[in-house]
């Protein structure tokens, strides 16, 4: 057989693709404001889709947007004025910078501390290593 009948035979095995959604659909913050500080009341929803630490969260969440951020009983408390649409963004650039594989797109990932503190991100799909702030 010639190589082109193999690749045919090949390609006539393989199963037909099914159009599928996405399984990860990035999470929204459920926020409001009650006087000066801004509450996101599904945090724990949040970090349970992310399958990150809530320090780690917290401590992004605050940095980016310069306040002090406290949790009560699976809310976050941000000590400030915050529309929604600035919340998810911040959510956004965090899930892809520390959620979402970088070769892959996939977030099947976990953090792993190596030595000396130092923060790797593991993809769990594809294998792919890449260090972390």
């Known amino acids: 057989m010639d190589y082109e009948k193999l690749l045919d ?14 399984r990860f659909e990035p999470p929204v913050a459920d926020v409001f404001m009650q006087g000066n500080k801004t509450i996101i009341k599904n945090f724990d ?7 990150r630490k809530p320090e780690m969260l917290i401590k992004y969440l605050s940095r980016e947007l310069a306040i002090p951020a406290t949790v009560e ?4 408390i941000l000590h400030g004025k ?16 520390y ?10 990932t976990k953090i792993i501390e190596e030595h000396h503190g130092l923060r790797t991100m593991v993809c769990e799909a594809c294998g792919a290593r890449m260090p972390v702030k």
């Open 45 to 51: 929803v949040i970090l349970e889709k992310l399958r």
């Open 73 to 76: 009983g699976g809310k976050l």
């Open 9 to 22: 035979k090949a390609y006539s095995a393989l199963p037909q693709r099914v159009l599928q959604a996405e």
């Open 82 to 97: 915050f529309y929604d649409k600035k919340i998810n963004e911040k959510l956004s650039s965090f899930i892809s910078s």
């Open 99 to 108: 959620v979402v594989c970088k070769e892959c797109n996939r977030p099947d």
